[in-house]
């Protein structure tokens, strides 16, 4: 699942641009999403090269460039070097180890990633009312498969989103306010898992000097975003003062890269409230239990691959694995490599080797897990862009599905 940020609003029009016509996503604006989410058959599936290039169009040329040598320095220099290093094993034996599976251990897998990648698309029918359950799939792979390969390309993914849903009818606000409310849900999640796998390691006498460390910070973040959202979300009194303190950072941010100042938050702050009100009051309940079971899930796949290697219970018990998949979910954040590949594999094997897992086992482990967490989601994202392209049967005139009421 793709990470999401709020998407843009009145001050971010375009130059040439007039202000009715903001940016949505991905740098592109209503009118230009919607004549992507208008592409027909076999011609549809350049959109997400088009969703790529205008990514690609909005950043210099000498920003592209040094983001793409970035990304992939650091991504050889974690697998060519760190690993193999801090580690003090080599690949070869790491295969070794994968080369233990068997076909049931794979079909056990497989089906555990299904069992997984089904909750997210549930959460996903309740953050966008009117969604179907194969239409949230084709959304959720295809974003994801972008997210996946390209450096910094979540927003490519949100662009994904928004031409895709409008191509089914939905209207540019419902499918905003969808990609907030499980923005917002996703990152409580990643937050307060850390916090929760502490607590276990404490009760199991078990301490993790990392994850303490991300816990702690988690637990300031976490009461800070919970306080912020219920005083939005109470009184529009406290929804400004809210948007005033959180214009302050912003405008620092912009001052530094010497852009003008923004107005806009509190506007922001307040249309998120004035949106999500209704969502949030009739969904919260799903989107929490779907979000929660998406993250267990996807726990239990890690721990299966575990034992899948050979990794039993007493080398490291689940409360473990649990600490270090959450610690692993927080470096997905990392915005340098695609979805923090690299330094998810390094940082989660890390926790399993300080629980005393073999370093070869641990590696073998989290690769599998990843392979399945992050590499099967661009092929089949690929086929979801080819579902899309081709399902004539689920085009609507944008804005024809009805919004909740």
């Known amino acids: 699942m793709t990470e999401t940020e709020p998407v843009g609003g009145p001050d971010d029009a375009r130059p040439g641009n007039e202000v009715d016509e903001p940016i949505l996503a991905d740098g592109l604006t209503e009118r230009e999403l919607r004549e992507l989410a208008e592409e027909e058959g076999i011609h549809a599936l350049a959109v997400p090269e088009k969703l790529i290039e205008d990514e690609l169009r909005a950043k210099s040329k000498a920003r592209r460039l040094l983001e793409t040598t970035v990304s992939l320095a650091v991504t050889i220099v974690i697998f060519a070097f760190l690993i193999p290093k801090a580690f003090n094993t080599d690949y070869g034996t790491v295969l070794a180890e994968l080369r233990k599976l068997n076909a049931v251990a794979i079909t056990v897998l497989s089906a555990l990633w299904l069992v997984n990648i089904v909750t997210v698309w549930a959460m996903l029918t309740q953050a966008l009312p009117g969604l179907r359950m194969p239409q949230a799939a084709v959304m959720n792979l295809s974003g994801s498969a972008v997210a996946n390969a390209v450096p910094f390309g979540g927003a490519v993914g949100i662009g994904a989103t928004f031409a895709q849903a409008l191509s089914w009818g939905f209207d540019t606000a419902s499918i905003t306010l969808s990609v907030l409310v499980s923005g917002v849900w996703n990152v409580f999640a990643k937050l307060s898992f850390p916090i929760v796998a502490l607590l276990l390691l404490t009760i199991a006498g078990r301490s993790a000097q990392g994850l303490e460390i991300a816990s702690f910070i988690g637990v300031g973040i976490v009461l800070a975003a919970v306080a912020a959202f219920v005083a939005v979300m109470r009184s529009e009194e406290l929804a400004v003062r809210v948007g005033t ?110 629980f005393g897992v073999p370093a070869e086992s641990a590696l073998a482990a989290v690769f599998l897990f990843r392979a399945f967490d992050y590499l099967i989601e661009i092929p089949a994202g690929g086929l979801a862009w080819l579902v899309w392209a081709t399902k004539h049967s689920w085009r609507r005139p944008p804005g024809s599905v009805p919004a909740l009421t």
């Open 245 to 354: 303190i959180a214009e302050r950072p912003v405008n620092l941010g912009r001052r530094v890269l010497r852009r003008p100042p923004s107005h806009a938050v509190v506007d922001r702050v307040l249309e998120f409230r004035h949106r999500s009100r209704l969502l949030i009051r009739s969904r919260w309940l799903g989107l929490t239990i779907w979000m929660a079971l998406y993250k267990l899930t996807s726990f239990f796949l890690e721990l299966a691959c575990l034992r899948a290697v050979g990794i039993t219970a007493d080398e490291v018990p689940w409360v473990g694995v649990l600490a270090a998949y959450a610690f692993g979910e927080l470096l997905t954040a990392i915005p340098l490599t695609p979805s923090g590949v690299g330094f998810v594999e390094a940082g989660n094997a890390g926790l399993l080797t300080a």
